[in-house]
């Protein structure tokens, strides 16, 4: 292998009907990116680490609060994209609700959108898989930098 490829970093947990916690999924994802320099990935920014914390934290919750079953999580980095899916075993459509600062709860797919350079869903059998896409890339001033977001 040369040293001009690059091998993705990649971590994938599954969990059992009522087994999924938020805050579960969110140590392992501080703990994946925290040793990604180590495996050969890049270093992930501050700000970038945050935004997937939080994107994480919503779709799982998401899965835990709209899907019956059991539900898992995968993690992606390469080059400098990360990728987080979350699947769930609803067929059920997500839709992200229009922002409504007097709403109480029903924002998590609106903030994943925000702090994503992309988000895709994917519908199978049994169930779905949504997928955020973080740029490791610099921000520039008044947004977030948009790499190439590859399809599914």
């Not at 999924?25 to 935004?51: I, K, N, S």
Request: hydrophobic content about 45%; aromatic content about 4%; glycine content about 10%.
């Amino acid at each position: 292998m040369s040293t001009d490829e690059h091998v993705p970093l990649c971590y994938g947990e599954a969990w059992g009907q009522g087994a999924a916690r938020a805050a579960d999924a969110r140590r392992a994802l501080r703990v994946f990116l925290d040793h990604a320099p180590d495996a050969g990935g890049a270093a992930v920014p501050a700000d970038v680490a945050m935004d997937a914390e939080l994107a994480t934290s919503e779709l799982v919750t998401n899965a835990l609060r709209h899907a019956p079953g059991p539900c898992g999580m995968n993690l992606r980095l390469s080059g400098d994209l990360l990728t987080i899916t979350v699947w769930d075993s609803s067929t059920g459509a997500p839709a992200a609700r229009k922002a409504d600062p007097r709403r109480i709860g029903g924002h998590g797919l609106h903030l994943v959108h925000t702090v994503s350079a992309g988000v895709a869903v994917a519908f199978r059998a049994t169930g779905k898989l949504i997928t955020a896409h973080l740029s490791l890339a610099p921000r520039h001033a008044g947004g977030t930098a948009s790499p190439a977001v590859p399809s599914h």
